[in-house]
């Protein structure tokens, strides 16, 4: 399976109503169950070299652990790429 997700300047805070301007809702997403007996997933991220000198948050692959219906905070994986000034362009989680 092959998932797309791309970024929308339409989506931006500016374009927003009132109630969804503030910077909490600069994340976007989507979320994809995977089967009950997933232990693992992957990502292969392109990564153009103007991303390079953004100093920001620029895209990211979360993970999100349930145990039944219940969501386990502890165990929510989150790698991202990232450019800043200080650092340079690279990888967190």
Not at 4 to 25: E, L, M, Q, V
Not at 34 to 63: K, V
């Amino acid at each position: 399976m092959r998932l797309k997700h791309s970024i929308a300047s339409a989506d931006g805070t500016n374009n927003r109503p009132p109630a969804y301007s503030s910077t909490f809702y600069d994340t976007q997403g989507r979320k994809y169950d995977l089967a009950p007996d997933a232990n693992s997933m992957e990502i292969e991220l392109f990564i153009p070299a103007d991303w390079e000198t953004t100093d920001r948050r620029m895209a990211g692959f979360w993970g999100t652990a349930v145990d039944g219906n219940q969501m386990s905070f502890p165990a929510i994986p989150i790698i991202e790429f990232t450019s800043t000034t200080s650092d340079g362009p690279g990888s967190r989680a």
